[in-house]
């Protein structure tokens, strides 16, 4: 499997609710993140996913575009939250590969209104 099938593969199983096999699949032991919500180790972002899934279990991710340039693969998404009055998102994930996993990890959001006046769209 590729980087950009890795990434893409990661998304989808944690996104559904296989967030620990996912990690143990993909993500390397020394693995570190920037998401500014949590402390910067493995296990935060992982129990972060796990608890997201509990309290929004249905959702789904779109992964619209994946481009990969060495060990780095940037993911653009598409993320369904199936809440009452719940927008959608884009979010960007940036991935860097060191020995076929995952070692680091950016997510930026970008929360999608149904009323934005670009007729282009996110995506």
């Not at 719940?86 to 680091?104: D, Y």
């Amino acid at each position: 499997m590729d980087h950009k099938e890795s990434a893409v593969t990661f998304l989808k199983m944690a996104g559904s609710g296989d967030v620990r096999a996912a990690y143990d699949k993909f993500i390397a032991p020394n693995f570190i993140h920037h998401n500014q919500y949590f402390n910067g180790e493995r296990e935060s972002l992982l129990k972060a996913m796990e608890e997201a899934h509990k309290t929004n279990p249905n959702k789904s991710i779109e992964v619209k575009h994946v481009y990969q340039d060495g060990n780095t693969v940037i993911t653009h998404s598409q993320v369904l939250r199936r809440e009452p009055h719940a927008a959608p998102v884009a979010v960007v994930h940036i991935f860097r590969f060191e020995n076929n996993r995952v070692v680091e990890l950016w997510d930026l959001v970008q929360e999608m209104p149904k009323d934005s006046p670009n007729e282009n769209g996110a995506f």
